[in-house]
């Protein structure tokens, strides 16, 4: 018997859904879309490539594809797949879910549209917060492999972007492309917004709450992974590469900017561009991957970092975050740091005030890093350096 293709991407249906044959992906996201009335934005001129692995790239797209092969709304039964239970955190949960999410909507994509890695987590109100945020970033690690994996086989322009190493190992390489590293943020803000949403604390929070805290989170978040990775895969503190997002790996101070067709670069030239911002990449690592090297972290002490990051202390109000907002970060800095201290302590570390001084100043550089680049973003964008991606901008405070 012939297997039937999803009308939506592609992929071998799985039955009528909604009056058309479809996977079971395209279905759920056919009827969460009805259900919460959410709304979505193209922003590459509604022409979006949604087959197979690529369904998520873009949201208005794929849901514009539904309406188009005659998926019918009416035969959505309201509330279906709605859970108040914090203990089930879906994965594709989305930070705002409000009818217009300012999240993105263009590259989203959640471990289940790729490659199965790990259902959500369970049992969360049982479990140590920071369990928790490990087990989330562990999720993000195998997402980004499956990602790998998936555009490595996919017939698509960004599949040879995105091309590199799922191993222990990273691929050298000697130009730095704009464009890969533009798509490349794209990919990892919803992949960092997902493992956000695995945190309890942060999934109760109201939908307004969670983005302002994402917002001035997300970059940093990069960051931090980067030279997490550094750390973990070149260690070696003589060792000049900086390890991104795909597993490949450049001497910061021998790089040359790879010129791409696709990018925009308006009255700059190249070597001026180089000129302008090349110096982003020497200031991460000199500024935050040296410090990571003299810390070594482990996984408990980067994600509680991590944590730190995402719930700031925000004392001078600066964020327009509630007093409720407010208070929920002081309690979870107390409840990371709490754990911190018993894990120092069941390991042997009696005296620890030194680690901890480098850790939080870690923490900090991963601040003073981003501040530089958003300063850069703003001249981008204010001179008209070169075509930025508002999807990048766009979750800055200076674009409030």
Known sequence: MEETECRICGSPSEGRHFSVDTCRACGAFFRRTIDKKLAY??????????SKGLRNTCKFCRYKRCIEVGMKSELVQPNRDCSSSITRLDSSSSLDDASTPELPNQLHASPAALTPIQPPIQNAADQPLINLMIEAYNVLVEQRKSYMRTFRTADCGIGSILTGNTENTVLHIEQFSLEEHMTCFKLEIDMFGEMCMKFPIFHQ???GQRKILFKQFWWNAVAMDRAF??????GDRDDKHLVVHNRKAFNIYDVTIQESDNINLNRFSVPEIKRIFGHINVLHYEVLVLPFKLLKPSIFEFVTMIGLLLFPLDLSSTLNLTTSTRNTCLQTRENLLNSLHEYFIANGRTTYSNRLDLILHVTNAAEKVVTRVKEDMTMAKIFDTWNVDPLITDHFHFCD
């Open 41 to 50: 934005k193209c922003r590459n001129g509604e022409r979006c490539d949604i």
């Open 205 to 207: 929070l109201e939908a």
């Open 229 to 234: 990775e550094t750390v973990n895969l070149l």
